[in-house]
């Protein structure tokens, strides 16, 4: 079945640098991927939508510098926290939708970002 | 300073019962409603989901139930087992809104032997 990979599944950064986290759908293209945040015991947040070959789409509240979305191909997608701070520290978790079968979401692994 | 962290609402079942995880969805406008498992340190699995236009849907073991009335869903478990505990969602979305996903706060559910 359809798969979507996330890589780094963990990374520690120190703070002040950035870091990159990718999200690979494996065997269809998506056109739109989307980015969210889970810090522990809370629910999923969506950050932004990312769309291939155009400017992301951010929410309200998510600064759109410091979350750089890149979605250069049908099946990737990236997201880069720059500057990252102790309080990014998060759960970074993407999702895309395989068309053509009932829009089916299927959501990465996630990915443990640590800023120390 | 020191952070607190938020609690989700945990629901207790011993193995073999059913369990009964409910949600309540915000937005009048959804119309595709989705539950999802998420296990530690993973990404959410998809459970079942449901449209508007139907109340009842059955899957393997489970059962979601919509009330579009009060804005109500809930997922119903048939006997419980170990490998169900983990946290569930449910998320809720706009057929043509381009599957964007708008998620509960979730609902842990700990299955005792």
């Known amino acids: 079945g359809a798969v979507v990979s996330q890589h780094p599944s963990r990374v520690i950064c120190k703070s002040g640098t950035s870091v990159k986290i990718e999200c690979r759908s494996l065997?269809?293209?998506?056109?739109?991927m989307f980015w969210y945040r889970q810090f522990p015991k809370q629910s999923l947040m969506l950050m932004a939508t990312s769309n291939e070959g155009s400017k992301a789409t951010y929410e309200q509240g998510v600064e759109k510098d410091k979350f750089l979305i890149n979605h250069a191909s049908l099946t990737l997608s990236t997201l880069t926290v720059t500057s990252a701070h102790p309080e990014d520290s998060s759960f970074y978790i993407c999702s895309a939708s395989r068309q053509h079968s009932g829009n089916t979401i299927y959501f990465g692994e996630g990915s443990w970002l640590t800023v120390v | 300073g020191e952070s607190v962290g938020l609690h989700l609402p945990t629901l207790s079942v011993q193995e073999g019962d059913n369990s009964i995880i409910n949600c309540a969805y915000s937005n009048s406008a959804s119309d595709y409603f989705i539950w999802y498992k998420q296990e530690s340190g993973k990404g959410p699995q998809f459970i079942i989901d449901i449209r508007s236009n139907m109340d009842k849907r059955q899957g393997q073991r489970v059962t979601v139930l919509l009330n579009k009335t009060v804005k109500h869903l809930s997922l119903q478990i048939a006997a419980t087992q170990p490998g169900d505990s983990a946290v569930y969602f449910c998320a809720e979305g706009v057929q043509g809104g381009g599957n964007k996903l708008t998620f509960g706060t979730g609902t842990q559910l700990k299955v005792e032997l």
């Open positions: 065997d269809f293209q998506a056109t739109t």
